[in-house]
């Protein structure tokens, strides 16, 4: 044993488990056995004030069926975590598993097992517990029946090579199941429940041991019921807070900003409140229950109470010095998705109404003056002009679709709308010059690219709405505006370049010109997801906004966030959460929590809070401490947006920076990823050290060019009969269509000085001598007509200052390079087809086709049901996808054959030196002499990096031919329906199924074949050559020669081989017939498939229109009102106002009208809505039938005839005439199906 002394835990049994020790760590024996607490087990979460914390944690999203959402987290040795308990049984509840449990992200940490923790119980013999295992370790069994405490340390480390020190806790649970007297059992478990401090657990611990009756345990529990109450009545001393947690940004705070004399003043006036509650706070803590001794605890409660008082009265004086606030009302919008807000949001329940009102906190008895009032109509913000004379909101105005900006005088007088048209306005921020900044998505040509939905992009525009000018070439959506008193622009902008989909939506700056977009803080950020609502904080060098998730409605907690430490700086140096109440957000739904904060002094601000009562938004005072005071509400509605009714100071004017007359560079047309012919404006980037922010691993000299990669709009909204996760589909990992613009040269000092295209979104990849990328930026850079922007290095922060020097960068001293396309043309679209292919055509083919080509390879351009050969066999064959992370992560040291990482689970921190793109690729190993046994050329193995360094992009463009087959590009399916053709599911799965499911899978569905390797199977350009018919025919016969379970072609004259082969043959014709976008011939289709902006509703004076529609479930996104607002659909897929009852399916609904008075009917047309053909959720029912109200009670109408359930039209329900208040729709949906109604007509 080499002297080493070993320590094993006594072995128990928890749930049937017996505890295992498996392997040992130093010298302490590590315990890994998971056990469920027992039904009686008493749970303690991280907020239990007997849990306590030190060291460094941090709040994460973990969730736990018992515990709820949030956990802790320590990635520190020596931090721990203790409990103080009473029982005989103490277990730690812990994440388990490795790094990167986080919804749709990877990190290169992701899967690294979790760490090592030292036990102890009572400051005893220590006993170590791996936490990667289990998520519910039992620590302790079988102790003494009393009082105890657990400390629980990182260790640093892991059991697993490779693993983290890092370790994840949610809580302990508790128990006494040992003791076999239920009485002394339940004493015990009572007295681990009991609140307060040390007084209250002491006499806990007491009363427990000597629990032998019904009526000592009695007793006990009346003490506990006391513990309870006392610590109710100290809840609002001890939340009370007078100092910030300490955090590196507090510390560094307060070296760089002094507090003006108001915010002393504050925070001197709060500490001596804080002091004055610690008295009676301990007093609680030790004291010492008796029940009879009542007077004693009523006294002690009585020092809270009145302690309490004080403390609500100092923060109603504190909102009684508030300036007049203000504010909108209605109810709270709920969307899909942060960035979508501005389009996706709907009022909750369809509850329309809003005002704008008036409120002065000095004068609480005094009703808020209402300035404007419509029982129709939503508000989406406000803001306020700086003399506080003009309100500008935006508006949707009885109800129409689209947000459009106001303005309104203070007094309620001078309405006048300054926006109009088919597209969203929304956030107007009043200029220093007296124009207006705006959001809006009037850009034509851009849409989201995983929702269904128009980009938003900053604008300016004259204070009547004249002069509209785009700031934005956001491929995604800018959104939360404002200004900062230095004049810039600060807003969110969300937007990924070959990153994850979720977590980036951070905080920018840009002048009202346009120049200079800079970002300011979060890019590499995981959580929060969504910097939201950002405002300057003046006499602060801090903003206040939102933290909230990617998904759902945008609401969350309430933070502050300062680039002083650098614009990514983590949680505690950069940004610190303010409101304790949802610690963490990650991507969760916190509907109900907080918005709209607005700074009214240096550390207090104005928020909205859907807390603190029935749900509903209510206006409170919040500051830096996380102290909370309410200030206004509505018991009818949600009140928004707060802000002090007073003047405020200008920001600074900033002029104008780029030149006019901007030089244009002529863009070829090159179809179809370029349709036309187009003359794009300049600008010029200047580059000082390219070096700079590289990092070690980059030697000077090793970089020779900047490749300039545009990301292209998507031109059509997203489709939802989708393959991974596209719609339409534009490769097996990136979103987009990418685009070559060119080089620049990088001098020998690293500068580099050249043309780029303005309003577009570009990166930068950082290139060696043969084009392959040595790093690539992951955020993108935008210049406007005419502007000069220098930076500082690559990777560097955007914010650096170049080092003082004597030396002019060399790249200075000459013009700036011309911009000029890459040499294969093609308007610098990367088009798979037509720039890779040609490659692979030249050097590989001649080799890699056939019915049996070397290791089954295929590198031709014969086209499969969603790419072409050789892009399946390069990409999906290969698994490119799994092994890309695999080697990403560091779990596998083989190299992808392309790097292929897929944005719905994408990095989020930027690659490293030569970790991207080519370097980290095998494909260009395959492209030296002693692959190919000749020389490829420098220009030929150029287009292979540029293809696999702009993350293997394959369609040249969003639009399509293939209207609704799935994701748009389906070869095997009809072009016009989801369905796949009859040659496929009549004439070629049928012996599929017979010869090759019995190992490869049915083939079955709209899948058809469902695995994606699969899909290159069938040849549709050759079908002779098509792996389906030659992996098993045999080498003889000239196939593969790939025997399974006594399956072979023997030869090609097989019935089923010839059956096989004809189907295939005649898909191919199929696929041929209307030309993908990918192949020769194609036309595009989906010229009409942008974004819907619906006409306005015709306010029809009509039965059912004037009746009050209700239902058994309304989908939220949706409206009743909506099936009687005279819109009428061409098809009932059609993307217009409706009705459903989403997502409930296979059941029976109902909806029904009240009409205001008896009418006598006799028919109805219904005009169902069906999303399925697009690939939604809903169709039309299996059956209905029309019931009417007679003498409060539902009867089916008599003699009905009609009653159709057909798509694209009206289907009527003709019956007996009746004189009726009200009639209902019942609707049977189908089995796996949801339904609705576009319309709705009664006479």
Known sequence: MSGKRWWFARIGRAGGMAFAVLAAVGMVAVQTARAEPGPSAVF??????????????????????????????????????????????????????????????????????????????????????????????LLAKGLPAGRHRVTVTNLGASRDPGGSGTIVVKGFWVDAEEIPDDTARRAWLVADAVRGGEGWRARAAELAAAVKTADDLKRLEGLAAASREMEAAAEKLRRLTAEPPMSPMVERERRYWTPNRDTQAYLARLAALRKEADAPLAKADAFRYDEANRAAFTDVMTELQRCAERIDAFFQKEVRQLPPILFFTGAPLRSGAAPNHIWQSQPLNNAWGCSIRTWEPAHPDRPAKVLFEEANSAIFDLNLSYDARTVFFSMRRDRAQCWQIYEMNVDGTGLRQITSGPHYNVSPVPLPDGRLAFISSRTPGTHTVCQSGPSTHVYVMNRDGADVRRLSANTLSDFGLDIMADGRLLFTRWEYVDVTLTYR????????????????????????ATFWQAREIPGRYAAVCTFTSHHHTPHGAIGLVSNRNGPEAPRGTGFRWITREFPANLDLDTFWAYRDPYPVYENRYLISYGGGGPQRFRIYLLDDMDNQAPIYEDPATSCFAPQPLRPRPVPTRLETTYAANPAVFPLPAAPPGQPTATNVPLGRLMLTDVYQGMGPEVARGQVTSIRIMEQMPKTVDRTWNFVMDQGPLMSASTYYAKRVWGYAPVEADGSAYFEAPALKELYLQACDAEGREVRRMTSVLQLMPGETLSCVGCHESRQSVAAASNTVPLATQRAPTPLTLPEWGNAGVLDYNRVVQ????????????????????????????????????????????????????GRAAEKPMVQSLHLLYGIVKPFAPFGSGSFVSRLPEFLQKAHCQTNIPA??????????????????????????????????????????????????????????????????????????????????TRPAWSPALNAHLAKSAGGRG????????????????????????????????????DMPGFINRSQH???????????????????????????????????????????????????????????????????????????????????????????????????????????????????????????????????????????????????????????
């Open 1089 to 1243: 498939r942008a974004f819907v902006y619906r006409p306005v509703a015709v306010k029809l004076d009509t039965l059912a229109g004037r009746g009050r529609k209700t239902a058994s479930h309304c989908c939220g996104s949706d409206s009743v009102e909506a099936m009687t607002d005279g819109i009428v659909p061409a098809k009932s897929c059609d993307n217009l106002p409706r009705f459903s009852w989403y997502p409930r399916k296979g059941s029976v609904e109902w909806v029904q009208v009240d009409f205001p008075a008896p009418a006598p009917v006799s028919k109805v047309s219904v005009f169902w809505f069906s999303d399925r053909p697009t690939g939604g959720g809903c169709d039309t029912p299996q059956s209905w039938r029309l019931l009417y109200r007679h003498d409060n009670e539902w009867r089916p109408v008599e003699q009905p005839s009609g009653f159709d359930v057909a798509s694209d039209r009206f289907n009527d329900g003709i019956f007996t005439r009746v004189t009726t208040t009200a009639l209902r729709i019942e609707a049977q949906l189908k089995k796996d199906w949801s339904g609705g109604i576009s319309e709705w007509r009664v006479e």
């Open 838 to 889: 040609p490659v692979l055509d030249r050097h590989c083919v001649k080799c890699h086709q056939g019915t049996d080509p070397p290791k089954g390879v295929l590198l031709t351009g014969d086209f499969t049901r969603f790419f072409n050969m050789s892009y399946d066999h390069l990409v999906t064959r290969t698994r490119s996808e799994e092994a890309s992370r695999a080697h990403y992560t």
């Open 44 to 137: 303690h979460g991280r907020t239990d004030a007997r849990v306590r914390f030190t060291g460094d944690w941090m709040p994460v999203v973990a969730p736990d069926k018992t515990l709820g959402r949030y956990a802790e987290r320590s990635d520190a040795k020596g931090a721990s975590v203790e409990l103080d308990f009473c029982g005989t049984t103490v277990g730690l509840v812990h994440q388990a598993g490795g790094l990167g449990w986080e919804w749709g992200v990877i990190l290169p940490e992701t899967g690294r097992a979790l760490g090592l923790a030292e036990v102890r119980i009572d400051g005893g013999a220590p006993v170590v517990i791996d936490t990667s295992r289990g998520g519910r370790t």
């Open 505 to 528: 939506q951070s905080l920018w700056t840009q002048r009202p010109d346009g120049c200079q977009l800079l970002l300011w803080f979060g890019n590499t950020i995981l959580d929060p």
């Open 1042 to 1077: 790939i025997s399974a379970k006594d399956f072979m072609f023997r030869d090609s004259n097989d019935p089923d081989y010839q059956a096989m082969l004809a189907a295939i043959t005649e898909g191919g014709k199929k696929a041929y017939e209307v030309p993908e976008a």
């Open 939 to 1020: 220009a030929d193995r150029r287009r292979i990096y540029e293809w696999i360094d702009a993350m293997i992009p394959y369609y040249p463009t969003s639009d399509y031919a293939r209207m609704e087959a799935k994701s748009n590009r389906d070869k095997w399916a009809h072009p016009d329906r989801k369905e796949l053709l009859p040659w496929f599911t009549e004439r070629f799965a049928p012996v599929y199924n017979r010869r090759c499911a019995a190992c490869h899978g049915e083939a079955k569905g709209d899948l058809g074949l469902a695995n994606p390797q699969q899909w290159s199977w069938l040849n549709l």
